[in-house]
């Protein structure tokens, strides 16, 4: 089916949820890349940033502002690169790639790459974006 975009674990989604819960699990793995990093926010289900009496969308380019004090420049600069590209993925690979191609495993977004479409019994290799480690690094999906 055309016009779900796939994020990792979590199943396929509509461009504009995908959007906003691939931006949210950018904003999570910020740890895992910048082990200072210190959340102010947490993650609902729905892809939302929330806080004790805050919420945030972090698509929505006013909300975006809020959670970019929150946080120092290097971080939020990597935070938005990661939410950028899972849009990117979305509305340029994964939209328009088939879902249920018999001999094919789908393209997916595993948190902060891009696997397209993959023949199966194959091995997606696709070098790590500059905002996760640099250039060292490999995500490796096996369908």
Not at 32 to 51: A, I, M, R, W
Not at 93 to 121: E, F, Q
Not at 126 to 142: A, M, Q, R, S
Request: glycine share 6%; aromatic share 12%.
């Amino acid at each position: 089916m055309l016009g779900q975009c796939r994020l990792s674990r979590f199943g396929s989604f509509s461009p504009k949820v995908f959007n906003r819960l691939s931006c949210a699990n950018c904003y999570n793995l910020l740890v895992y890349v910048s082990p200072d990093t210190k959340l102010q926010f947490n993650v609902t289900y729905e892809g939302y940033l929330v806080s004790d009496d805050l919420g945030f969308d972090p698509t929505d380019p006013n909300d975006i502002l809020g959670i970019k004090s929150s946080m120092q420049l290097s971080e939020f600069d990597r935070w938005r690169a990661c939410c950028v590209s899972a849009e990117r993925c979305c509305s340029k690979v994964m939209v328009k790639s088939p879902t249920n191609s018999s001999g094919h495993c789908t393209s997916i977004w595993d948190g902060w790459s891009c696997h397209k479409r993959t023949l199966a019994g194959q091995i997606s290799k696709v070098k790590c974006p500059y905002y996760v480690l640099g250039d060292t690094c490999n995500t490796v999906f096996d369908y």
